[in-house]
């Protein structure tokens, strides 16, 4: 079955032989639909870089099993053979209008050049630790994205930005560090995404740099770190809501910059809650900081609440965890059981009634302009 674009160049090419639309519009349109496929995703598409992703893992561990058995000499070809067969014939099978299986072995070859890092590195007894390889592993694949402008390779560098990040501030394999170069990465792998027209890269390099701020909180003072990224936060859900067109322009987003400073927000509030959190006395910084957040919320569905079904069940979801560590805090040690489940269906009852009469009003004004 043709994709919808494929039938939409087609529907744009009969138009233009029937004269419903002039030379100019057509032009303009196919312009449009080109600019736009890119982002799309479909269901083969996630498949082929599934497949992409287990053959490239199947190649790597024969390659290991077999690493004695295999000549030095054949162990280097056969990798950089696998990474330039990859490459190549990925570029020539987008050329040939096969997108998704194109992407997929560009995903196979950024598979073969991460594992060859190790592989070359354990056969020739090379100096640097895993924390390196990883770096050079998203350099390495960043730089075909470049070169290839592939929204997948995009992609898949933030997805090895973020497991150094998480590696290595976890202290998973090494000792536990911030590393501050991530900022520096993730500042460079979004002027990539905008070359590379990877939205779902931005995304999630916008999650990794709240991360990122987690990270630096729980190593350091956590009340200066999290202020900063609440009130960062609030101007850039006041920047999305008063100056949305521009900034989406330079950010594109998508729209969904409100979505992500109210994440950045509710995060922030919950470090400065649980640092300012005192179960044996009452606390009239964790009351003051509980008010904010509560406030923040109900500003936020109400300044862009209609347009974001997504900003909306985030302020849900962020209303019901106020109201659960609010309660943990300040009431916990003056119920008993009952009294908590008792308190439970309360809060949650009082929680659907607000949701539902919000829902109404933001159904109210789209019914009305139907109506009309």
Not at 210 to 236: C, G, R, W
Request: proline share 2%.
């Amino acid at each position: 079955m043709a994709s919808y674009t494929t039938r939409l160049r087609a529907d744009i090419a009969r138009w233009r032989e029937r004269g419903l639309i002039d030379p100019a519009t057509a032009e303009a349109l196919t312009r449009d639909v080109a600019a736009n496929e890119r982002a799309s995703l479909s269901f083969g598409s996630i498949l082929a870089m599934m497949a992409a992703l287990l053959l490239g893992a199947a190649i790597l561990i024969f390659v290991a099993a077999n690493w004695e058995a295999i000549p030095r000499v054949v162990r280097v070809a056969a990798l950089f053979a696998v990474i330039l067969a990859g490459y190549v014939g990925g570029a020539v099978l987008k050329t040939r209008d096969h997108a998704a299986i194109g992407e997929a072995l560009w995903i196979v070859a950024a598979a073969a050049f991460g594992g060859s890092i190790a592989l070359i590195g354990q056969m020739y007894h090379l100096s640097g630790d895993e924390a390196s390889a990883l770096v050079t592993w998203c350099a390495g694949t960043a730089l075909a994205a470049v070169a290839l402008r592939s929204n997948p390779l995009t992609v898949a560098a933030v997805g090895i930005a973020d497991a150094w990040l998480v590696l290595k501030g976890f202290g998973f394999y090494w000792r536990a560090e911030i590393p501050h170069l991530f900022i520096v990465m993730a500042m460079v792998l979004f002027a990539i995404s905008s070359w590379t027209r990877s939205r779902a890269a931005r995304h999630l390099i916008v999650l990794s740099v709240i991360l990122y701020l987690i990270l630096l909180a729980t190593d350091h003072d956590a009340l200066p770190v999290a202020m900063s990224l609440a009130i960062a936060s609030v101007l850039l859900f006041a920047a999305s809501v008063f100056a949305g067109d521009p900034i989406d322009r330079i950010l594109q987003l998508g729209g969904r910059l409100s979505l992500h400073a109210l994440l950045g927000f509710l995060t922030g509030m919950a470090m400065i809650q649980f640092e300012l959190a005192d179960e044996s006395t009452y606390n009239s910084g964790f009351a003051l900081a509980s008010i904010i957040a509560l406030a923040g919320i109900v500003v936020a569905i109400m300044l862009a609440g209609r347009e974001s079904r997504g900003l909306r069940w985030l302020a849900y979801a962020g209303f019901a965890f106020e109201l659960a560590i609010i309660y943990s805090v300040t009431l916990l040690s003056m119920l008993d059981t009952a009294g908590f489940f008792l308190a439970a269906a309360v809060l949650l009852g009082v929680l659907a009634l607000i949701i539902i009469r919000i829902e109404k009003r933001m159904r109210a004004p789209a019914e009305t302009g139907a109506a009309a």
